[in-house]
């Protein structure tokens, strides 16, 4: 039996987790290629977080690596999106692909 609330159907907590993986794993993805194309050290500063923190996050927290893996709290989230002065549902969109083909 479907759930359904004042909004409509409520989603299953497998749906759930499964969005949220991919919206860590389409973080990961964006922040990674605007360190790239920014530098670490930079977005870091900028964020005013730890360069060592950033490039762990940066490295491992995507949540396909099995393990060692460093999750992003939402509230660096937040600092991370406006330091690179973008949104948090921008930077969990997946990346744009490369249209030239």
Known sequence: MERRGKRGRIPTKEEVLKDTEEALINFNDNLRRECMRRGLRN????????????????????????????????EYAIIIADALETTLDEMCEPPLQ????
């Open 43 to 74: 977005v870091a500063e900028k964020a005013g977080i730890s360069p060592s923190y950033l490039r762990a996050i940066v490295d491992r927290g995507d949540p396909r690596i099995p393990n060692g893996q460093v999750r992003v709290s939402l």
């Open 98 to 101: 490369n249209l030239a083909k």
